[in-house]
């Protein structure tokens, strides 16, 4: 979408090489972490014959169209989620369903609640579509709900409302009964495909194990497609593997590994055992899951030091999956301790929502007592103690370093360190604030700093390292470098790892991952012995 000009400049002299022409920005949203600064646009709609042709575009106005869309049994019209609110920039997860007739240009809303309804999927007859989302009631975490819209009516009904999870990704058999959808979860740290038969039906796994795309850490992810036959194929993962193709008959059963694709490099390698464990927060005694990964030749006898790596989000979670991250680790002589604080997915709305307008806050109780919990059980040198996380999981190494001196050395990767500065500068401004805080920075200050790794920064007195991407919008380098200099001004020792080209993903290209591995066990080993 072309703009005027605000100023046009004279005429260049003869022979004159000018600077590059300003940019005006005049939009909400302008930039986003990963891809830079935006091209004035939108992303449209558009068909075009399947024998080839001419692309011909179906959607219209200043609005994005992201999502894929579904073809209605006819093809006659195509049915996609999409945000075409006049405050679509300042209200950014109320998304509705739309059908759009192609003859026609006529855009029929299927649904209109505050809040996103999105990833739609027609029955195998056309008369229902399934959907995903839920009321916005503007806190930290909610839970996706599994929704059904009746052609016939009009009517939208909920069919999950008795499961306290997440549903993602649904898919109808291909079969004409109407009488199942499945979907994919996580519950405790696990992905699992599930099956909806009713309402009054607990909730069914088919599958679990889901994911191993999510190379760097133990986070979520994955896929899965389901055959004529009712065969379910799927990315299935552990903590020795990435991803594997895996295949389900008829969803029932052992699932069949396709293939073993990493055997040639990983089957000559001892790799770090993982195990999880559970102990009760010090806080107020609500379990909290987590897992440890023993080094290679591992000897219970012996003591180990500890890395202890906590989670972004902070609205994610950990679990039984591959981490190239934490085999590297391990792999230099560490137990590597990783848990699901409160805030974490995976274990519920409401204990998701324990860190809601609170965080920082009690998730730093629970990772101190998963630390203490790892320690009691013999082989982990109290002496020898590291922290490290990234975004969500940099913010609490912050706070960790601010609350407690326990911890020989710390990386604090790409994190927040001032809540103020990063509610104006990041990609997410206009939901940060609202779902983070429900105040502007300027009308509770106070509030921000409470919650702000600065506001500790006096306490701090670990070896701490700062490791950010250079082209991160969504925690900007700013936070980090915040953080760099006021323990350069209190003289603590510190250091600041820039990684150029990277953005908040620094681990998506494998050299980024490398280095970011490399330069936090170099730190450690500074301060080892």
Known sequence: ?????????????????????????????????????????????????SSGGTPRQVTSGDFHHRESPEWQLDGKSLIFSANRHEDWEHDPLNTDIYELTLSTGELRALTDRRGPDSSPALSPDGKFLAYTGFDDRQ?????????????????????????????????????????EILFQ????????????????????????????????????????????????????????RPAQLACLMSGFGEPNLLGDLNSDLLGQRELARVESFTTPSSHDGRPIQAWLAYPPGFDPQQRYPLILEIHGGPFANYGDRFSAEVQLYAAAGYVVLYANPRGSTSYGEEFGNLIH?????????????????????????????????????????AWIVGKTQRFKAAVSAKPVINWTSFALTSDIYTFAWLYWFGAMPWEDPSAY????????????????????????????????????????????????????GASHGIARRPSHLISKVGHVLAWFERYGE
């Open 357 to 397: 307008h609170a965080y920082p806050g009690n998730d730093y109780d629970d990772l101190m007592s998963v630390t203490d919990a790892a320690i009691e059980m013999g082989f982990i040198d109290p002496e020898r103690l590291y922290v490290t996380g990234g975004s969500g999981g940099g913010v609490l190494t």
């Open 1 to 49: 979408k072309d703009s005027e000009p605000m100023v046009t400049l004279p005429k260049k002299p003869e022979g004159a090489e000018w600077a590059e022409p300003a940019i005006v920005i005049e939009k909400a949203l302008y930039r986003s972490d990963g891809a830079g600064y935006l091209k004035d646009g939108y992303h449209h709609l558009f068909v075009l014959p």
């Open 449 to 500: 700093l409470a919650r702000s790794p600065l506001s500790l920064v006096a306490n701090v007195s670990t070896p701490t390292m700062l490791l950010t991407g250079e082209a991160d919008y969504r925690t900007p380098i700013t936070e980090a470098e915040q953080f760099y200099q006021a323990l350069k001004l209190r003289r603590v020792d510190s250091a600041l790892v820039r990684i150029p």
């Open 139 to 179: 806190q930290g975490y909610q839970v996706s709900r599994l929704y059904l819209h009746d052609f016939a009516t009009g009517e939208n009904d909920e069919l999950s409302e008795f499961w306290d999870v997440s549903i993602e990704s649904p898919v109808w058999p291909r079969n004409e009964s109407n009488d």
């Open 185 to 240: 979860f996580d519950r405790r740290g696990s992905t699992h495909i599930g099956r909806y038969k009713s309402r009054t039906r607990p909730l069914e796994r088919l599958a679990t194990n889901l994911g191993g795309t999510s190379i760097g850490r133990p986070y979520g992810g994955g896929s899965f497609t389901v055959a004529g036959n009712g065969a379910i194929a799927y990315t299935h993962t552990n903590p020795e």
